[in-house]
T-cell receptor, first 113, second 110 residues
Framework: NAGVTQTPKFQVLKTGQSMTLQCAQDMNHEYMSWYRQDPGMGLRLIHY???????DQGEVPNGYNVSRSTTEDFPLRLLSAAPSQTSVYFC????????????FGSGTRLTVV | KNQVEQSPQSLIILEGKNCTLQCNYTVSPFSNLRWYKQDTGRGPVSLTIMTFSENTKSNGRYTATLDADTKQSSLHITASQLSDSASYICVVNAGNMLTFGGGTRLMVKP
């Protein structure tokens, strides 16, 4: 049981490049979310999904796209990378009820130069 | 605006000592509050969950308290170990939306 798997672990991009951060979970969780974590700040929600085919914006969605074609996968796409997107990105998932805690991936450290 | 404030921002203690981390929140509607431990380079891992009706909950050497009237929670770590060195994040659940505190970075020194 792998939990939540994120790839890559590290990435350096040039300004204007695009890329996709991968997230996969094998727990059949309905809810999946993407967060970014910046120094001195709490994790901020980028996008989330309540099930396959359903996504919605979080607190800081600009510059990011998501899709949820399967229950297992929830990729995050950076359309045109900017230095302000330098951050650590975490994918998380949980079962249906809010009482269940989120399981977090180990993160992707992204640097945009 | 929903907010979660944690204090202190960082803390250094000697191995074997106790410490208490604080969390104040203004989140509505309140569903539950969780404390997460985040080791360096890893994702957060849940330590304990507090619902509205719970005042105290323990998980080994970790004890969380919740005062729903004053909207405060604390995480007490007893007999600290070097492996307790991590960031501790308070997360309040309002319906399906989470509000994260900025975390307390704890360093336990031998």
């Amino acid at each position: 049981n792998a939990g939540v798997t994120q790839t890559p672990k590290f990435q350096v991009l040039k300004t204007g490049q695009s890329m996709t951060l991968q997230c996969a979970q094998d727990m059949n969780h309905e809810y999946m979310s993407w967060y970014r974590q910046d120094p001195g700040m709490g994790l901020r929600l980028i996008h989330y999904s309540v099930g396959a085919g359903i996504t919605d914006q979080g607190e800081v969605p600009n510059g990011y796209n998501v899709s949820r074609s399967t229950t297992e996968d929830f990729p995050l796409r950076l359309l045109s990378a900017a230095p302000s997107q330098t951050s650590v990105y975490f994918c998380a998932s949980r079962a249906g009820w809010p009482e269940y805690g989120y399981t977090f991936g180990s993160g992707t450290r992204l640097t945009v130069v | 605006k929903n907010q979660v404030e944690q204090s202190p921002q960082s803390l250094i203690i000697l191995e074997g000592k106790n410490c208490t981390l604080q969390c104040n929140y203004t989140v509505s509607p309140f569903s539950n509050l969780r404390w997460y431990k985040q080791d360096t380079g890893r994702g957060p891992v849940s330590l304990t969950i507090m619902t509205f009706s719970e005042n105290t909950k323990s998980n080994g050497r970790y004890t969380a308290t919740l005062d729903a009237d004053t909207k405060q929670s604390s995480l007490h770590i007893t007999a600290s170990q070097l492996s307790d060195s991590a960031s501790y994040i308070c997360v309040v659940n309002a319906g399906n939306m989470l509000t994260f505190g900025g975390g307390t970075r704890l360093m336990v020194k031998p």
